[in-house]
């Protein structure tokens, strides 16, 4: 009997007590951002970096670079359903903003890079995006006498600086210093009450509690930096025939045996081959959202008021969705005010002008 007890006290304290001292979500203006010891920020790399953004010469033929899909004339996204791709080729999946990407733990609409630098690295090396072989980059790159001296400047004391991880670095810096700070939303949550007009202080109380936006968009970023099923609709562009062929390719070569029958994008399915994680996607941060339309992994909403009617009717039509979503029944007011709330959250975007590339010899 006295085992019996032991077991019950116990069973009561991981359901009831447990659950009352979880932390809640909380929202957070934009702190510092953090900088990963093995990659310290310095003026050399960070300004290495950004000719490195811009610069076509990092795909195979000399035609794509990150900013190609991440336009700082478009919120550093791409306003097409789907991304660029590599000439020949069109992509599966939609742009996502590179604007406070520092503070994500997770990258990719799968979530399969940990970090700015393991980011950095796949799309020059992916066939359909950037297709460009490691190895001929730095040699490339070691045929312009500039990049030379700014690798040498960047990396001191390393013999041989011009590496794929040392270039994945320094965009990684220069991509930590996109941050949209000042915000309304920001001004607001540092005592700045006029910073939101009465119907954005309404659709923040919207947020946080009848629509409950707050459990997935949450943290400095408003994202909680995790995998959800939401069942976002089928985009029509992800029946043309190349966008199927990109998404068999992707498939097959991630180890998916039936990587034929899958119609749509599995999300991170495709990454893991956890069944669990089949049609789940990385929550996006909504900061500076109302500047970046279209929306989802596959750009199928083009507006904000589509996105909020979506989850106003709990999401989609799919097995095994988020338990969080469920019908919200927000009258015409509240949408409009959530809307307006969403809007807020624009901070100062930073102005980056396309720099000179340097030559060859």
């Given at each position: 009997?006295?085992?019996?007890?032991?077991?019950?006290?116990?069973?009561?304290?991981?359901?009831?007590?447990?659950?009352?001292?979880?932390?809640?979500?909380?929202?957070?203006?934009?702190?510092?951002?953090?900088?990963?010891?093995?990659?310290?920020?310095?003026?050399?790399?960070?300004?290495?970096?950004?000719?490195?953004?811009f610069?076509?010469?990092?795909?195979?033929?000399?035609?794509?670079?990150?900013?190609?899909?991440?336009?700082?004339?478009?919120?550093?996204?791409?306003?097409?359903?789907?991304?660029?791709?590599?000439?020949?080729?069109?992509?599966?999946?939609?742009?996502?903003?590179?604007?406070?990407?520092?503070?994500?733990?997770?990258?990719?609409?799968?979530?399969?890079?940990?970090?700015?630098?393991?980011q950095?690295?796949?799309?020059?090396?992916?066939?359909?995006?950037?297709?460009?072989?490691?190895?001929?980059?730095?040699?490339?790159?070691?045929?312009?006498?500039?990049?030379?001296?700014?690798?040498?400047?960047?990396?001191?004391?390393?013999?041989?600086?011009?590496?794929?991880?040392?270039?994945?670095k320094?965009?990684?810096?220069?991509?930590?210093?996109?941050?949209t700070?000042?915000?309304?939303?920001d001004?607001?949550?540092?005592?700045?009450?006029?910073?939101?007009?009465?119907?954005?202080?309404?659709?923040?109380?919207?947020?946080?509690?009848?629509?409950?936006?707050?459990?997935?968009?949450?943290?400095?970023?408003?994202?909680?930096?995790?995998?959800h099923?939401?069942?976002?609709?089928?985009?029509?562009?992800?029946?043309?025939?190349?966008?199927?062929?990109?998404?068999?390719?992707?498939?097959?070569?991630?180890?998916?045996?039936?990587?034929?029958?899958?119609d749509?994008?599995?999300?991170?399915?495709?990454?893991?081959?956890?069944?669990?994680?089949?049609?789940?996607?990385?929550?996006?941060?909504?900061?500076?959202?109302?500047?970046?339309?279209?929306?989802?992994?596959?750009?199928?909403?083009?507006?904000?008021?589509?996105?909020?009617?979506?989850?106003?009717?709990?999401?989609?039509?799919?097995?095994?969705?988020?338990?969080?979503?469920?019908?919200?029944?927000?009258?015409?007011?509240?949408?409009?005010?959530?809307?307006a709330?969403?809007?807020?959250?624009?901070?100062?975007?930073?102005?980056?002008e396309?720099?000179?590339?340097?030559?060859?010899?």
């Open positions: 009997m006295k085992i019996k007890t032991n077991i019950t006290v116990k069973t009561l304290f991981l359901f009831l007590v447990i659950p009352l001292i979880a932390k809640e979500p909380t929202l957070e203006p934009l702190p510092e951002v953090s900088i990963p010891k093995d990659n310290p920020q310095t003026k050399a790399k960070i300004e290495l970096g950004k000719l490195l953004y610069d076509p010469r990092l795909s195979g033929d000399g035609s794509t670079s990150c900013a190609t899909c991440h336009d700082p004339n478009q919120g550093f996204a791409k306003s097409t359903e789907m991304s660029p791709a590599y000439p020949g080729n069109k992509h599966f999946r939609h742009s996502p903003t590179v604007l406070n990407s520092a503070y994500n733990d997770k990258l990719f609409w799968d979530g399969r890079a940990n970090s700015l630098e393991e950095a690295e796949k799309p020059i090396a992916s066939p359909f995006e950037m297709n460009m072989n490691y190895d001929l980059l730095e040699e490339r790159l070691k045929s312009i006498p500039k990049y030379v001296e700014m690798f040498k400047k960047a990396f001191p004391g390393e013999k041989e600086p011009i590496t794929i991880k040392n270039i994945a320094a965009i990684a810096a220069f991509e930590r210093t996109l941050i700070p000042n915000s309304p939303f001004r607001y949550l540092r005592g700045e009450k006029n910073a939101l007009n009465p119907q954005q202080v309404k659709g923040l109380e919207i947020f946080k509690g009848k629509a409950n936006c707050i459990q997935c968009h949450n943290g400095p970023n408003l994202t909680d930096n995790q995998l099923i939401t069942g976002v609709p089928k985009a029509k562009i992800e029946d043309d025939s190349q966008v199927q062929a990109v998404r068999r390719f992707v498939l097959k070569t991630g180890g998916i045996i039936d990587y034929e029958n899958y749509r994008d599995p999300g991170a399915f495709a990454s893991t081959k956890d069944k669990k994680q089949l049609n789940a996607f990385k929550t996006p941060s909504l900061r500076n959202v109302a500047i970046t339309p279209p929306y989802m992994h596959n750009g199928v909403f083009k507006t904000l008021d589509e996105v909020i009617e979506f989850y106003n009717n709990g999401g989609g039509d799919i097995r095994n969705k988020d338990p969080k979503l469920k019908r919200l029944n927000l009258t015409k007011e509240e949408k409009e005010a959530l809307k709330f969403l809007h807020s959250l624009t901070g100062e975007i930073p102005e980056v396309e720099p000179e590339l340097p030559q060859y010899k």
